[in-house]
């Protein structure tokens, strides 16, 4: 004796249940670690001081480092071909001798992220300089997390 057409059905409905919960948790697509997030928003930040100091022939001196992190948004995309998540959100500055205006300012960022070769690797994605009617190239830049030393610097076409 045949099984009702109903459980056939009941059973395909929990099965996509079941893949939209697992996609909704992040399982499939997650989230980055804020701590990799928060690495990539200091890679830019010291990356932009670092020219702003070549600029005005200035020393380095005590750098503003990255607080307050908070993730409004991540959503996955594509990126030349490849699964990117775009995070965006605000944080704030603390330290290198701002004042206590700036250190409340807050700032947005919009980054994207791809996955290394490695599991716990992240590669921060961003737009390559190019000629006008050029595609556009990304350049991948391995993301340090916070509380790490970094031993990567070297860039990559993505």
Not at 7 to 29: E, F, P, T, Y
Not at 48 to 54: G, K
Request: glycine residues 10%; proline residues 8%.
């Amino acid at each position: 004796m045949g099984k009702p057409a109903s459980i056939h059905l009941g059973r395909w409905v929990v099965i996509g249940l079941l893949c939209l919960a697992l996609l909704g948790c992040g399982v499939i697509n997650p989230r980055p670690p804020r701590a990799v997030v928060e690495g990539a928003i200091a890679q830019k930040l010291s990356q932009t001081q670092a020219i702003l100091y070549r600029q005005f022939g200035a020393a380095p001196a005590d750098l503003a480092q990255v607080g307050r992190i908070r993730i409004a948004d991540h959503h996955w995309t594509e990126i030349a071909g490849q699964p990117a998540v775009e995070v965006a959100g605000t944080y704030h500055l603390k330290g290198g001798g701002l004042t206590s205006d700036q250190r409340r300012q807050t700032r947005d960022f919009d980054l994207y992220l791809q996955r290394g070769t490695t599991q716990d690797q992240w590669l921060l994605l961003e737009p390559a300089p190019t000629q006008p009617g050029e595609p556009l190239q990304w350049l991948a830049t391995p993301v340090v997390p916070a509380g790490q030393k970094s031993t990567l610097a070297a860039q990559e076409p993505a």
